[in-house]
Structures are given as structure tokens and as C-alpha cells.
């Protein structure tokens, strides 16, 4: 390849319809069996239903004596004792109270249990300031959870409060969509590795390095493969091992049109391409292939337009992967502090902080939005979406805002 390419091929589509085009082809991974320690952020592929009833006997809330309720007598000759974890053989009667530990089953007899701090004993009689109601502090059979119940449905994203009900099942494993597995193979003859010395001409591939965190921060697990040089030969092969070895591919740079832009001609030949122009800045040259049944993304190589592209697409396909159902970030309307400059041919994606004052966010930029300076990312907390068809916005006008992060308060 040494002529610059011609953009004719690829037709320029809407961002929307570019979604729409990945959504068509990107399906959940097959579900897995996986250990209550490898399922955190995970989405649930199965409705998780309880197998017993939880608590399976009637257990203590409180420690103190277990005692049956109708009986007056304010003074019980104690049984003996029953810590969580044992079952005693004993038959509680009027007259009578067993020492009892939080957790441990209600003797047979009893019907409630008294608190330790509504009572006194000596000499082993139990003496009552109060009386008990029936069924007081105890936990009847299935109280938290009844036998058959779906304890955590399908389509959850596996946190502390899910993982430990899977727990409390007696459930060791559950099935849930796996983590993507995602490889980032930076492009470009001028990239140097960060720790070596840089020649002329040469810049430190950050790429990689920012896309790997974000697939990590997507819930994704980040692969990153060799630095790839720009002939058909090496990229062709980087490809057909990622491939492999990934759920979805990443590559950076070479989908321009300059005559060592070789990512288009080389999944041209391997697979099929969907789109390779997308109205959007920044990342008009974002590419969509699939070889193999894998889905692969080209990137554009700027620093910015790598990152945005990531999150506007990328993420929310990775999250198709593992199966959420909620693919988008959270958006809020807010008002511009200042006037913004947008060309109407595309709908782009400025860089902003987003502040709420007095109920009402406002966005300012970050600066400079060059999709080289990766600094106008730098303390983002928004992309707002300024759509296509719209021309430049006054200041105090009102823009959607995509929260990337928390806005500030
Ligand atoms: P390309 O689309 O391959 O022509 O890349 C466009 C520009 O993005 C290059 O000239 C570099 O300045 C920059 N670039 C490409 N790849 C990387 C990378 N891995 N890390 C940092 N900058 C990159
Ligand atoms: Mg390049």
C-alpha cells in the first residue's frame, strides 16, 4: 500500500446508526459456571432460586432464654445452655427456660425467646422482669427467604448483597455471563514502549496503556498484545492471534487515510467490515469488523479520539458481552457556563466538568478539545453530546450531558 486510500468505500453513517449496527451483531457470551469468588460484577445468567428455606429452623434473634410464652410464672429453673451451631435434645415446659445464643435452633417447647437484658439468674433459676409475646425474637422457618423463591434473578450484576445470598443458599457456584476478554493492539511504526529512550520522530505509545484501564474499568479483562508494526503482514497476524485469544479486539491508529493505514485493507481481507466513517468528533474514522464471529473495533489513533470512541462504543458493546442490561451511562441536562463552537455535520463529544449548583448542573470545558491533548480528559467528569444538525451553542443554552464520573456537588 503506498497511495493514500480513498474514503469512498466506507460510506459516513450517524453515530446512532453505527450503535444500532454494532448492537445487531454483538450477542452475550455463552454463560459459565463460576466460584462465589470470581462472580463480583458479573451479570447473573439464570434466576438463582432458594433450594431451602432460610432460616431452615427456627432460630434466635437475641441472646437470652428460650421460654414458651403463655406461661405467668416470672421464675424458670434453667435447662442448661444452647450455643448457635448446636441443636439440643431438650423440651422446654412452662417452669422452664434453656439458655440460648443467638443463631441457635428454638428448642423443642419453646416459643420465644426473652432477651438476656430483661432477665437475671441465680443459682440456676431465671428470673423475668418482663413477659414475652409468642414468637418474640424468633426467626420462623423461611422468614428471609422462603423454599422456591428466586433469591436473585437473572439479569443482576453480582454484588456484595448478591454474592452473599448465593452464599447463604449453600450455592458455591452460580451461572453468569463471563468478564469479556479484550485485546488492545496498539498500531504504528513511530510507537516506543514507555521506559525506552524515544528517536526522532518516535512518540511513547500511550494507547494501549489508556485503553487497557478503561476495558478494566468496563468490567472488561484487558489484554494487551505486542506493539504493532505498520505492514499487511504484521497486523494480519496480530489480528488472527487476537482473535483467539479475545471476546472483542482493539486496535489503534492505521484507519486513517494515509498510505500506512493498513487496518481497514487488512480486516477487509480477513473478515467483514461494517462501517469504517462514523459522524462523529472526535473519532470519525472508527471502524467496526467482525472476524471470525469476533467483534472488532478500530480506533482511531489520536489519544482523545481512542478514548471517546472506547467509551461511546466500545464500553457499552463490552457490557452487551457480559450481558447487561443497562448499557448506557447515566445523562443529566445542563447548562453551559460558556458558548461552545460545533460544526453541524457531526455530533460530537466535548470534554466537560459538570457541577451541581442550587438543583441545576453546569458543564465548562476542559479546555482545548484537540484529540491529541489527552489532558482535556483529564479531570472530565461528562461528554456532552452536542448533536448532529445542531450549529454553535450560546452560553446558558442547555446540552445533554453523559456522566463518565460522579458530578461534583
Ligand atoms: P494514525 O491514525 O495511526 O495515523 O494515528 C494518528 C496519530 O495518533 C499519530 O500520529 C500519533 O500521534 C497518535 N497515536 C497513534 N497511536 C498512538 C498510541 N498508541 N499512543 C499515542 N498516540 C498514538
Ligand atoms: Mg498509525
Redesign the pocket.
Known amino acids: 500500500m503506498d497511495e493514500f486510500h480513498t474514503e469512498s468505500a466506507y460510506p459516513m453513517i450517524s453515530f446512532e446508526r453505527a450503535w444500532e449496527i454494532v448492537a445487531a451483531h454483538v450477542r452475550p457470551l455463552p454463560p459459565v459456571e463460576a466460584g462465589l469468588r470470581e462472580m463480583v460484577g458479573c451479570v447473573l445468567a439464570e434466576d438463582v432460586r432458594s433450594q431451602v428455606d432460610v432460616p431452615s429452623f427456627p432460630a434466635s434473634r437475641m441472646d437470652g432464654y428460650a421460654v414458651v410464652a403463655a406461661d405467668t410464672s416470672w421464675e424458670r429453673e434453667v435447662l442448661g445452655e444452647e450455643d448457635a451451631g448446636e441443636a439440643l435434645d431438650v423440651v422446654v415446659r412452662p417452669g422452664t427456660a434453656l439458655r440460648i445464643m443467638t443463631g441457635a435452633p428454638l428448642p423443642h417447647g419453646a416459643d420465644a425467646v426473652i432477651p438476656v437484658e430483661d432477665t437475671s439468674e441465680e443459682g440456676g433459676i431465671v428470673r423475668l422482669k418482663r413477659m414475652v409475646r409468642p414468637g418474640e425474637n424468633v426467626r420462623p422457618i423461611g422468614s428471609d427467604l422462603a423454599k422456591g423463591e428466586v433469591a436473585v434473578p437473572a439479569g443482576t450484576v453480582m454484588g456484595p448483597a448478591e454474592i452473599g445470598l448465593v452464599a447463604t443458599l449453600g450455592l458455591a457456584t452460580a451461572r453468569i455471563y463471563p468478564k469479556p476478554r479484550v485485546m488492545v493492539l ?3 511504526d ?2 516506543v514502549q514507555p521506559g525506552q529512550p524515544l528517536g526522532p520522530g518516535q ?6 496503556f489508556a485503553l487497557c484501564a478503561a476495558v478494566e474499568l468496563a468490567g472488561g479483562m484487558a489484554l494487551r498484545g505486542e506493539r504493532v508494526i505498520d505492514t499487511e503482514e504484521a497486523l494480519r497476524a496480530s489480528l488472527l492471534q487476537a482473535i483467539e485469544q479475545a471476546d472483542l479486539v482493539i486496535t ?5 487515510m ?1 498510505t ?2 493498513l487496518v481497514k485493507p487488512v480486516l477487509e481481507s480477513l473478515g467483514r467490515i461494517y462501517f469504517g466513517r462514523v459522524a462523529i468528533k472526535p473519532g470519525k ?1 472508527l471502524t467496526f469488523a467482525q472476524v471470525r464471529g469476533v467483534p472488532v473495533f478500530g480506533l ?4 482523545v479520539s ?1 478514548l471517546v470512541t472506547f467509551e461511546m462504543v466500545v464500553r457499552p458493546a463490552m457490557r452487551l458481552l457480559a450481558g447487561h442490561r443497562a448499557l448506557w451511562r447515566p445523562e443529566v441536562q445542563a447548562r453551559l457556563s460558556h458558548p461552545l463552537r460545533h460544526d453541524d455535520d457531526r455530533t460530537e463529544f466535548q470534554r466537560a466538568v459538570i457541577i451541581r449548583r442550587d438543583g441545576t448542573y453546569w458543564a465548562s470545558t476542559t479546555g482545548a478539545q484537540a484529540s ?1 491533548r489527552l489532558k482535556s480528559l483529564l479531570g472530565a467528569n461528562a461528554l456532552l453530546r452536542i448533536p448532529q444538525g445542531v450549529g454553535d451553542v450560546p452560553e446558558g443554552a442547555t446540552v445533554t450531558a453523559i456522566l463518565i464520573d460522579q458530578p461534583e456537588q
Do not use: K
Open positions: 496498539a498500531t504504528g513511530e510507537l512518540i511513547y505509545d500511550s494507547n494501549s489503534s491508529g492505521g484507519v486513517s494515509g500506512r493505514d474514522p482511531p489513533g489520536f489519544p481512542s491529541s
